[in-house]
C-alpha cells in the first residue's frame, strides 16, 4: 500500500539557518505530493504542494521538488525565522485513492533565535 | 479566511461510553473526511463522506465508528462503546472536490482521552 516515510524529528536550528526535511514515498501510479504544517494548537495546514513529477512547489519561503527517480518529496527553506517552528507532515494522494491523504509520522522544527 | 472548526477540543470519557466528536466543514464544500492520530505515531485516515454516505473507510473504521451529516453545517464521529486504543487526536476536514491534488482543510483537532 501507500506510505510515506520522512525524516524524524525533533530538528532544532537557529535562526537564519537552512532547512532540509527528508520524504520518500512508496505509490501505487502518480500521486500528488503534499506538505502540510501544524503551528501550536492549530490544525494541519497545507504549506506546498506537487502533481506532477518534476513540480516544485513553493509558499512561504519554503520548496520541495517532486523527483519521480527518487521517489521524494523534501522540503527546504534557505533561512528559518523562529515563527517556522512547528511540526511538519509529508503526505501524499495516490491515483488509487483520490479521497484520502497517507501522512508521514511529522517532524518537529524547533527554530530558536 | 473560512475554517474548519472542531468541538470539543478535548473530552475525557470512560471506557466503553459513547463519544460524538462534531465538526463544521468549509461552507461550499462537498467531501469531509475524519483521520486521528496516536500520540507518536502516524496521522491515519478513517473515513470519507460525500452525498450523505460513506466514499471510503479504512480498516481502522469498524462496526463501533459511525459518521453522520445530521444537519446542512455539522459533520459528526460517533465511537459507540470507546476503547483505551481510541485516544487519540482526531481530525476533521473537508474539500471541495475529491481530486488527487484537491486540498484538505483541516480543524485544529479534538484530543480524545478514554480512561
Known amino acids: 500500500g501507500d506510505s510515506v516515510t520522512q525524516m524524524e524529528g525533533p530538528v532544532t536550528l537557529s535562526e537564519e539557518a537552512f532547512l532540509t526535511i527528508n520524504c520518500t514515498y512508496t505509490?501505487?501510479?502518480?500521486?500528488?505530493l503534499f506538505w502540510y504544517v501544524q503551528y501550536p494548537g492549530e490544525g494541519l495546514q497545507l504549506l506546498l504542494k506537487a502533481t506532477k513529477a518534476d513540480d516544485k512547489g513553493s509558499n512561504k519561503g519554503f520548496e520541495a521538488t517532486y523527483r519521480k527517480e527518487t521517489t521524494s518529496f523534501h522540503l527546504e527553506k534557505g533561512s528559518v525565522q523562529v515563527s517556522d517552528s512547528a511540526v511538519y507532515f509529508c503526505a501524499l494522494a495516490s491515483g488509487g485513492s483520490n479521497y484520502k491523504l497517507t501522512f508521514g509520522k511529522g517532524t518537529l522544527l524547533t527554530v530558536n533565535p | 479566511e473560512p475554517e474548519v472548526t472542531q468541538t470539543p477540543s478535548h473530552q475525557v470519557t470512560q471506557m466503553g461510553q459513547e463519544v460524538i466528536l462534531r465538526c463544521v466543514p468549509i461552507?461550499?464544500?462537498?467531501?469531509f473526511y475524519w483521520y486521528r492520530q496516536i500520540l507518536g505515531q502516524k496521522v491515519e485516515f478513517l473515513v470519507s463522506f460525500y452525498n450523505n454516505e460513506i466514499s471510503e473507510k479504512s480498516e481502522i473504521f469498524d462496526d463501533q465508528f459511525s459518521v453522520e451529516r445530521p444537519d446542512g453545517s455539522n459533520f459528526t464521529l460517533k465511537i459507540r462503546s470507546t476503547k483505551l486504543e481510541d485516544s487519540a487526536m482526531y481530525f476533521c476536514?473537508?474539500?471541495?472536490?475529491?481530486?488527487?491534488?484537491?486540498?484538505?482543510?483541516f480543524g485544529p483537532g479534538t484530543r480524545l482521552l478514554v480512561l
Open positions: 476536514a473537508s474539500s471541495e472536490l475529491a481530486l488527487g491534488a484537491e486540498t484538505q482543510y
Open positions: 505509490a501505487t501510479g502518480y500521486p500528488s
Open positions: 461552507s461550499n464544500h462537498l467531501y
